[in-house]
């Protein structure tokens, strides 16, 4: 089909362009970070289930097929992209995306504070645009880097105990509250539920605000795990609004597909530095409401 030779192409481009140059030099300690107590052993169990520490700390970048879908109340396909996402692991919140199967060349990219879009050469700086591009790729990296994120990252990790799943499935949970103002975090909390039997990941409840969400709590299911060269890894994601005691309360309204994982590609790190055409980002978008409001 057209589409799928379109977004071949699309993939072959981007490797082409970015993998090459050195690695990025950051690496994480060659222990994880585990909490003291029963929540220690709960995430030591589950990093040797995702694959194990040294496996993890032996990755550099990553990049993926990202295909976000979303759904109206009623259950129907309200929207739907496809990007080839790209970012270098233990480097902090850097990620760049590119568009697939689409007429347009849109570029979406985050380093740290710095947020941009551009499409066709033109940087496009709205600012509910932004927000929605940021949340994207600091959630997609987030949910890639999991369980290894709660050992890397500065948190509180709280053991909650063991509860009982559908189907029979018992779960042990974690809750987890990273530093404020942590960028590389899409939410304020999360819970983590982790399967008695695989060790894996199952379901993540979370708060997680955002002027474009109609709401602020969620249960993620993640389905179809797979071997990722060393990493199992979820193939697919399916979103739901959800209450405070995790129970959810509504139909799925985003389900991500993560496909053709590639690890260890040797992106240049330059390659995730802010384009120069993207003068309209978050950061001139702050500065722009700032001078307007004074």
């Not at 499935?169 to 939410?187: A, D, H, I, S, Y």
């Not at 605000?209 to 709401?215: G, K, N, Q, V, Y």
């Not at 993560?258 to 978050?282: C, D, T």
């Amino acid at each position: 089909m057209p589409g799928h030779a379109h977004a071949a192409a699309r993939v072959l481009v981007v490797l082409a362009t970015l993998g090459s140059g050195c690695q990025p030099s950051t690496s994480p300690s060659a222990v994880p970070r585990l909490p003291a107590g029963t929540a220690g052993q709960v995430l030591a169990r589950a990093l040797d289930a995702a694959g194990g520490w040294n496996r993890w700390a032996a990755l550099r970048d990553v990049g993926y097929i990202n295909t976000l879908t979303l759904f109206d109340p009623a259950g129907n396909v309200s929207s739907q992209s496809i990007g080839w996402y790209m970012a270098p692991l233990h480097a902090g919140m850097q990620a760049r995306m590119e568009s697939i199967g689409i007429p347009n060349d849109v570029q979406l990219g985050v380093n740290g504070a710095d947020t941009w879009i551009i499409r066709d050469g033109t940087a496009l700086a709205e600012p509910q645009r932004l927000e929605l591009t940021r949340f994207n790729m600091v959630s997609n990296l987030f949910w890639f880097s999991l369980p290894f994120a709660l050992a890397e990252m500065p948190a509180t990790i709280t053991d909650l105990g063991e509860v009982g799943g559908d189907d029979h499935v018992r779960w042990q949970r974690l809750k987890v509250l990273f530093e404020p103002n942590n960028p590389g975090v899409p939410g304020e909390w999360f819970v983590l539920y982790f399967n008695t039997r695989t060790g894996l990941i199952d379901r993540v409840h979370a708060k997680i605000t955002a002027s474009f969400l109609r709401h602020e709590l969620w249960v993620g299911k993640w389905l179809n795990y797979r071997d990722c060269n060393g990493l199992k890894k979820e193939r697919q994601r399916q979103f739901f609004p959800a209450d405070d005691k995790g129970e959810i309360i509504g139909n799925v309204v985003a389900e991500q597909l993560i496909e053709h994982v590639q690890l260890n590609n040797g992106y240049a790190p330059e390659s995730f530095n802010k384009p120069p055409q993207a003068s309209g980002g978050a950061r001139a978008q702050n500065r722009h409401a700032s001078a307007r409001d004074s």
